[in-house]
Every structure is written in C-alpha cells, then in structure tokens.
C-alpha cells in the first residue's frame, strides 16, 4: 500500500507542479478560481484513482471506510512533500523574488480594497517575517495535507466496500 500511495502522491505532486509552472511562467501570483478547481481535480483523481487501484489489486476488491480514508491521506501527503519540496526549491534557490512579488501584489490588493496604507504597511511587515522559504514549505506540506484530507473524507464514501461477513450463496 505505500508503494502505491508513494506512486500516486508522485503522479498527483508532478501535475500539481506542472500547474504551478505555467501560473509562475504567466506571472500569475493569485491564480483565477478555475485553475483552483483544477487543482482539487488533480487530487480528487489522484486520491480515487490511488485508492481504487489498491482495492481492487492488493485487498482482494474490499476496503473499509477507514482504509479508504488512510490510504486517500497518505497519497496525500507524500504529493505535499513533493510540492512542498518544489516550493522550497523555487523560493529558496531558483527565484527568491518570488516572495516579495507575492507580498507586492498581496499589498496592492490591500490597497485597492480600502485599507490605510499603514495598515498594510504594517500587516505586510507581520507576513514577510513569516514567508521564509523554511515556513512556506512546511505550509504548504500542511495546507495541501489537510485539503487532501477532506477530500479523501469525502471520496471514502464511494470507494469503500466492505468484505461480507458471511459467504454469500452463490
């Protein structure tokens, strides 16, 4: 089972990435909603695909609720350590502007939104000391865990079928 959730997590983190890089080519730093819809696609197949393949290959067609929902996490998690992992590379090393082209357009948002210009002076201070390319790596290992996690919560109850208790009378 963890090969295939190690096997998953790549195919899931590769096309997540695959996403990530064409927003970061077209300097898009707060994606449209859609592409964010396409990235809970990628892991809603993932996680089906991932669990599904594991129930039918590896526990005789039968998977419990339980399983389902462990087995759609830890795909899971192994697709956030390599996102998060890619994240890391690409603000630590590869382009450490990254960061700051972020909080540059977080703040003119701000800005635009209504707020004092001291006030998002002072919130983009609090955020620079927290966007370290350590913490934003942990983050995003974090934040993308805990969304695979809802949906294996909610994709569990499709896959699991459970064994017979008793030998059916065929």
């Known amino acids: 089972m963890l090969k295939n959730a190690m096997t998953y997590g790549l195919y899931i983190g590769l096309a997540l990435i695959v996403v990530h890089l064409m927003q ?3 300097d898009v730093y707060q994606p449209p909603f859609w592409v964010n819809i396409i990235n809970y696609l990628i892991m809603i197949v993932g996680i089906v695909l991932g669990t599904i393949r594991v129930r039918e290959q590896e526990l005789n067609g039968f998977i419990s609720y339980g ?19 890619y994240f890391g590379l690409l603000t630590g090393v590869i382009d450490t502007s990254y960061i700051e082209a972020m909080n540059q357009m977080t703040a003119n948002t701000l800005i635009e939104s209504g707020m004092d210009y001291d006030q998002v002076e002072m919130a983009m201070g609090i955020t620079a000391k927290l966007q370290t390319p350590l913490i934003m790596t942990f983050s995003q290992v974090i934040e993308n865990t805990f969304f695979f996690f809802i949906f ?3 994709t569990s109850i499709f896959i699991k079928k459970e064994e017979p208790l008793f030998g059916t009378n065929e």
């Open 67 to 85: 399983k389902a929902l462990g087995h759609g996490v830890l795909i899971g998690l192994c697709a956030s350590i390599i996102l998060g992992f």
């Open 24 to 26: 970061y080519l077209m």
């Open 152 to 154: 294996s919560l909610i």
